[in-house]
């Protein structure tokens, strides 16, 4: 039986949209996309995954208002956020002969859904764009704020736009197809709200996370739509990350410079990566003499019972604490050589740590890693 799905705004002016979030939404997609359509011409781009299980039904779901769409396939996986595949989609969308009334629908993770965004940022200077977000970590975090782009020899997002969606429209029954390990990483991303700036939520996911984890509906939508609603808030308030936004990256300092050392493959997903990088960001705090040696525990036995790996040490028996300590002046962060973490004051705590003791961070990587 499918429920009257939530809706949240993200405020951003004549950029606001909504993000729908319910169950057997699918279906019922032409409900909500189509009155936004500037012209019933629409391109779905997928990957290979997704596209085997998703794409007939929000085919169907659009037919539903005699929306005629063409999917646009892309292989699974981080690779397909390439400049390569990048330039393949445009010229497979161009000769679809899009006009500036064509919208995109991202049909996917976070790779399709910020694959998808860049390109609609660009497409004939700009055409609308849809996520319908596939994956827990896109549901719960990249589908929403408008942050697209690609990946490049020299680092991951480094090339890309703010463009916002006309919508996020999330059925939760997708996640039912979803890997376990993928489920799981985009928990890591959900506990990442509670320890910004949300405790009850924290308290909640202690008590009641293995029901999200298990699969069950409200529990599921409740997570999502917490996080979503913690997300659309703090975009509203610094869209273009000129402050709070950067409260989202607690833990990802720590996190990007293992991805990028373990080289985006299989070896270690994003949200495996966050997990570890907020136990990391957690000890450093407890070393800034700012955090409480109990409340690093409560993180650790929140991820670690959740599956999720919260040391470097889960992942790999060795590590090179020198090419660790360089990936993090890589970070968008950083500022004239200066580090920047996000660290935690306790649960739901988070600031921005500017000008941060680069030894402090060296000995966290290096005791993390021994
Ligand atoms: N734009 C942002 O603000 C933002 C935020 C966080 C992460 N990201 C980006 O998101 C990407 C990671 O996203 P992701 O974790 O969703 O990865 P992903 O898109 O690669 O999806 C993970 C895997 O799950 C599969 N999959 C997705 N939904 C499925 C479903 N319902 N059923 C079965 N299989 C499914 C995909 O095919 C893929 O193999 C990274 O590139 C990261 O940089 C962007
Ligand atoms: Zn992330």
């Known amino acids: 039986m499918a429920h009257e799905p939530e809706h949240l705004t993200v405020a951003l002016g004549e950029r606001s949209y909504d993000i729908v979030i319910g169950d057997a939404l699918l279906g019922r997609a032409a409900d909500y996309i189509a009155p936004l359509l500037p012209s ?27 929306i005629a769409s063409q999917p646009i396939i892309v292989p699974a996986g981080e690779a397909s956020k390439s400049f390569a595949r990048f330039e393949w989609l445009m010229d497979a969308l161009l000769t679809l002969q899009p006009d500036r009334k064509t919208t995109l629908i991202a049909l996917g993770g976070g790779v399709v859904g910020d694959l998808c965004g860049f390109a609609a940022s660009v497409l004939l200077r700009g055409v609308p764009f849809i996520q319908v977000p596939t994956s827990l970590l896109a549901q719960v975090d990249s ?7 690609i990946n490049t020899q ?19 029954d997708t996640l039912r197809t979803l890997p376990a390990r993928e489920l799981r990483a985009g928990y890591a991303e959900v506990v990442k709200y509670g320890l910004i700036d949300d405790a009850p939520f924290f308290n909640w996911l202690e008590a009641e996370g293995d029901q999200v984890l298990g699969g069950s509906e409200p529990a599921m939508a409740k997570a999502i739509y917490t996080s979503c609603a913690s997300k659309a808030r703090i975009v509203a308030a610094d869209e273009r990350e000129g402050g709070v936004r950067a409260l989202l990256n607690l833990g990802h300092t720590f996190g990007h410079a293992l991805e990028a050392e373990c080289g985006y493959g299989g070896e270690l997903v994003h949200g495996e990566a966050v997990a570890i ?28 019972h959740s599956g999720l790996p919260v040391s470097p040490r889960d992942v790999r028996a060795s590590w090179d604490a020198v090419a660790l300590c360089k990936h993090l002046y890589a970070d968008k962060k950083t500022e ?26 060296r000995a966290v990587i290096e005791e993390s890693i021994a």
């Open 277 to 304: 990088g907020m136990m990391m960001a957690c000890r450093l705090s407890e070393k800034m003499g700012q955090l409480s040696a109990d409340v690093t525990q409560r993180v650790e036995a929140l991820l670690g």
């Open 154 to 172: 020299a680092g991951k997002n480094l090339v890309g736009s703010f463009y916002q969606p006309q919508l996020v429209l999330i059925d939760t």
């Open 336 to 361: 004239s050589g200066a580090l920047t973490f996000i660290t935690l004051r306790g649960i739901g705590q988070a600031v921005v740590s500017k000008n941060v003791d680069v030894a402090l961070a």
């Open 40 to 66: 019933p011409k629409v391109m779905i781009i997928s990957d290979e995954q997704v596209a085997a299980h998703y794409m007939a039904p929000l085919q169907a779901g659009l037919n539903k208002a005699s």
């Open 143 to 149: 589908s929403v704020g408008g942050k697209t782009g």
